[in-house]
């Protein structure tokens, strides 16, 4: 149980165009995901909390208009990466955290396998 | 801030050496602490997890304690396996941080027959 998956795997995009990732959870629902992003020999660095039904709470210096995320139902969320750029390429992974479960500070998050996205 | 500082890989063992991946934390207060597992080509699994000094994670043959008077969290293992070949994530959730995951840079580990 607690898969998460990511769609699609890999993608490759022309700078200047627009790429949507979606992220669902597949059996079960939730409440709260995440967007995080990996360079290559680096960590994941969260980019952004997206809540079903609000708006997404994006980090410092993560613009918003640049990567548009919508979590439109409980087990789907997108993340639209606006008018590409070469400096876009990386590899986005998102997380879920289980629909019923409280406040607190030790959950476990069920992360997807991650989009690797390349911009020419 | 919060950050995590994990040692840098890739560290190669053979089978049925013993493991240690060091990781250190710095954060205000009380953190929780945690080790992710990313196998080939799947996405990361929670391994282990601690929430309060002094606790002992474990699972699969893995264990780390919190220790916050060296505020680290170091992953061990006895006896390692090929199975265990995969890149290990040392992370935290800062005291009131909502579910906010931060992420050392990760160690690859590749275990050799």
């Known amino acids: 149980g607690a898969v998460v998956s990511q769609h699609p795997s890999r993608v490759i995009c022309k700078s200047g165009t627009s790429v949507k990732i979606e992220c669902r959870s597949l059996d079960f629902q939730a409440t709260t995901m995440f967007w995080y992003r990996q360079f290559p020999k680096k960590s994941l660095m969260l980019m952004a909390t997206?809540?079903?039904?609000?708006?997404?709470?994006?980090e410092q210096g993560v613009e918003k208009d640049k990567f548009l995320i919508n979590h439109a139902s409980l087990t789907l969320s997108t993340l639209t990466v606006t008018s590409a750029h070469p400096e876009d390429s990386s590899f986005y992974i998102c997380s879920a955290i289980a629909l019923g479960t409280s406040g607190g500070v030790s959950y476990e998050q069920y992360f997807g396998p991650g989009t690797r996205l390349t911009v020419t | 801030g919060n950050s995590v500082t994990q040692m840098e890989g890739p560290v190669t063992l053979s089978e049925e050496a013993f493991l240690t991946i060091n990781c250190t934390y710095t954060a205000t207060g009380y953190p929780s602490l945690f080790w992710y597992v990313q196998y080939p080509g799947e996405g990361l699994q929670l391994l282990l997890k601690a929430t309060k000094a002094d606790d002992k994670g474990s699972n699969k043959g893995f264990e780390a304690t919190y220790r916050k008077e060296t505020t680290s969290f170091h992953l061990e293992k006895g006896s390692v396996q090929v199975s265990d070949s995969a890149v290990y994530f040392c992370?935290?959730?800062?005291?009131?941080?909502?579910?906010?995951?931060?992420f050392g840079a990760g160690t690859r580990l590749a275990v050799h027959p």
């Open positions: 992370a935290l959730i800062g005291s009131g941080g909502y579910n906010k995951l931060i």
């Open positions: 997206s809540n079903e039904g609000s708006k997404a709470t994006y």
